[in-house]
């Protein structure tokens, strides 16, 4: 190809102009800083540059130093023990002779004195310890013989006092204890009479003598009923009491019999006596009818005897072949039977 017209000879001749660098470091920012101009970029000549141009072309940064190596560790020295200060060892002796140094006194001089002080010690005298003593022995006899009588009295086997027990065919709600017999004894049961027990409620009478002796209140009385009657009333089962209902109080008997038969011939043979026999317990109204009746009462049959008023006076009759039962009037007999077909053991 031919030259071209336009380009000089010396042109051609030249080397090729390098390119320009620039390079920006916190070196010429700062400078540029201080000097109030705007930061920017620096030309870089050709012949090298500073640290900063080896950084840019990639120069290689020396390898960082290995760290120090750590000395061993060495444990601290063991404490020196503190010297001990021996204390002076002190004796009887030594200190003896110091006494003797300081006070300037001899061996002689302090023996005499302690024999001295020998001499002037008081004798400790005993006989005034002698009541004190004589007491104290004498509070420990007396609580010793305090404990054996209370051992005494707490060990041995207290008596026993025997109750008797007192039976009833039906339940009663109260019991009274009466004395005596024949009129003595009617006379105790007229005075219960006379303070009765509560409205609706029954008081079995009994004694003691007749209960430990087997017999009964009934015998006790001593009627002159027949004896085909008596010989067959047995004390086990019967009772003497009082009943009172709202038309008042009244004496009744249960009695335990052997025999139907022969107890009810008594009784039929007894019925023209009997008002008078029982008038201090069951007294006449007025003139009595002279015969007892048949009757029925509470669906059991009775012998009733009452007054021309139609009152009654004397109601007998049986609840079963085993028990007789003698009231006041029809109120008091169906009480008991009531009572009887409720409670068939004894109370």
């Known amino acids: 190809m031919p030259p071209s017209p336009n380009r000089p000879e010396s042109a051609k001749d030249a080397p090729p102009e390098e390119p320009k660098r620039f390079i920006r470091t916190l070196e010429s920012d700062a400078a540029a800083l ?23 072309e990639g120069s290689v940064l020396p ?35 110091e006494r003797l140094k300081e006070e300037k006194a001899s061996t002689a001089t302090v023996l005499a004195a302690e024999g001295d002080i020998g001499l002037r010690r008081p004798r400790r005298s005993f006989a005034l310890n002698v009541p004190l003593i004589a007491g104290g022995i004498l509070l420990i006899i007396l609580g010793a013989g305090g404990a054996y009588a209370t051992y005494r009295s707490v060990s041995l086997p207290q008596p026993v006092t025997m109750v008797p027990v007192i039976a009833a065919p039906i339940f009663v709600n109260e019991r009274e204890e009466v004395s005596g017999g024949g009129t003595t004894l009617a006379g105790a049961l007229v005075i219960s009479l006379q ?61 335990k019999v052997s025999s139907y038969g022969d107890t009810f011939a008594g009784m039929l043979a007894w019925e023209p006596r009997m008002s008078a ?59 008991i039977l009531r009572r009887l077909s409720t409670s068939r053991t004894v109370h």
């Open 195 to 255: 303070n009765p027990p509560g409205a609706g409620s029954i008081r079995l009478l009994y004694t003691l003598v007749a209960t430990s002796t087997g017999n009964d209140v009934f015998h006790a009385l001593q009627f002159p009923a027949p004896g085909s009657l008596l010989r067959n009333i047995s004390a086990e089962g019967s009772m003497a009491g009082i009943v009172a209902l709202e038309g008042g109080a009244s004496p009744f008997f249960i009695l």
């Open 34 to 56: 201080q000097e109030g101009s705007r930061p920017g970029f620096t030309q870089v000549d050709g012949q090298g540059g500073g640290a900063s141009q080896r950084i840019v």
């Open 63 to 97: 390898p960082p130093l290995p760290p120090p190596k750590s000395a061993p560790y060495a444990p601290p020295p063991p404490p020196t023990p503190a010297s001990r200060v021996e204390a002076p060892l002190h004796t009887y002796t030594s200190d003896f002779s």
């Open 277 to 335: 026999d029982l008038a201090i317990l069951f007294p006449p109204q007025g003139t009595t009818t002279p015969a007892f009746v048949d009757e029925v009462i509470a669906n059991h049959d009775a012998r009733a005897l009452r007054s021309p008023g139609g009152r009654s006076v004397v109601v007998y009759g049986y609840w079963d072949p085993t028990l007789l039962i003698i009231a006041r009037d029809e109120n008091a007999y169906t009480e």
